[in-house]
């Protein structure tokens, strides 16, 4: 199996090494790519440097990376990377996306501006099915609890054939022992962070985030996550839906 590991962190992230460890320890054939810069809020964007109209790529590894896995950092946000991987941009197709492990959480319907989310539901729509990871702190110091969360939601996206579905999947910044448990949950209303716009000068917006104190419903991945689990969640690319009321 061909796993590509990639995340909005930018390739110097050590989240990507602790991606690639899992999947190289389970004998996958792994490729890194990432962006060469920190792609945060880039969604699913096919945004990316070119130069005589080619994408710009250099070998680099990420932190502490076994030097025998590919690495590669890309100048173009994760969807891109994601995109260009599935026409064989970085060797065989991959049947599987790992992205993150993110810094920061990923919940509520925040989801669609994450490029960790992007990246993974990018692949979907090349039937590839995917993986995003985040941790719960602008800054972690726990890289490896998230470790069993994603090989149990790795075990059960092979196990479930499912092609066109991305696994969501946040965990607190604790001590492994101090995660309440693993928890599947709906996406709250919002995420972990919300804009405000204020108006300036003619011509000018001004736009600051903030920390959402209210989580919402207690069953939600945001709640859930606050509470101290780790949560899964199914995500799924924007789909054709049917109402026969349209255009009638």
Same mark, same amino acid.
């Given at each position: 199996?061909?796993v590509?590991?990639?995340?909005?962190?930018?390739?110097?992230?050590?989240?990507?090494?602790a991606?690639?460890?899992?999947?190289?320890?389970?004998?996958f054939?792994?490729?890194?790519a990432?962006?060469?810069?920190? +792609?945060?809020? !880039?969604s %699913?964007? @096919?945004l #990316?440097?070119?130069? $005589?109209?080619?994408l710009?790529?250099s070998?680099?590894s990420?932190p502490e990376?076994?030097?025998?896995?590919e690495?590669?950092?890309?100048?173009a946000?994760?969807?891109?990377?994601?995109?260009?991987?599935?026409?064989?941009?970085?060797?065989?197709?991959?049947?599987l996306?790992l992205?993150?492990?993110n810094?920061g959480?990923?919940t509520?319907?925040a989801?669609?501006? +994450?490029?960790? !989310?992007g %990246?993974? @539901?990018t #692949?979907t729509?090349? $039937?590839?099915?995917?993986?995003?990871?985040?941790?719960?702190?602008?800054?972690?110091?726990?890289?490896?609890?998230?470790?069993?969360?994603v090989?149990s939601?790795?075990?059960?996206?092979?196990?479930?054939?499912?092609?066109?579905?991305v696994v969501?999947?946040?965990?607190?910044?604790?001590p492994?022992?101090?995660?309440?448990?693993?928890r599947?949950?709906?996406l709250a209303?919002?995420?972990?962070?919300?804009g405000?716009?204020?108006?300036?000068?003619?011509?000018h917006?001004q736009?600051?985030y903030?920390?959402?104190?209210?989580?919402?419903?207690?069953?939600?991945?945001?709640?859930?996550?606050?509470?101290?689990?780790?949560?899964?969640?199914?995500l799924?690319?924007?789909?054709?839906?049917?109402?026969?009321?349209?255009?009638?």
């Open positions: 199996m061909r590509l590991i990639t995340n909005d962190d930018g390739i110097g992230s050590p989240g990507l090494t991606l690639a460890r899992i999947a190289a320890a389970r004998g054939d792994v490729v890194v990432a962006p060469a810069r920190e +792609s945060s809020g !880039a %699913a964007s @096919l #990316g440097a070119e130069q $005589d109209g080619r710009v790529v070998q680099q990420p990376l076994d030097p025998e896995i690495s590669y950092a890309v100048r946000a994760p969807g891109l990377i994601v995109y260009a991987a599935a026409y064989g941009g970085f060797g065989r197709k991959p049947d996306v992205s993150g492990i810094r959480a990923n509520g319907h989801v669609l501006h +994450s490029g960790t !989310a %990246a993974a @539901l #692949g729509t090349h $039937d590839i099915p995917g993986i995003a990871v985040s941790l719960a702190s602008a800054d972690p110091q726990h890289w490896d609890t998230p470790m069993p969360y090989e939601a790795l075990d059960w996206l092979l196990g479930s054939g499912l092609r066109d579905r969501n999947v946040n965990v607190p910044d604790v492994p022992d101090e995660v309440q448990g693993l599947q949950a709906p209303a919002v995420g972990v962070v919300q405000i716009v204020h108006a300036v000068d003619e011509g917006l736009l600051t903030s920390d959402v104190a209210e989580h919402g419903d207690t069953d939600t991945d945001a709640a859930l996550l606050a509470q101290g689990f780790a949560t899964l969640t199914l799924r690319a924007p789909v054709f839906d049917v109402d026969p009321t349209l255009g009638a």
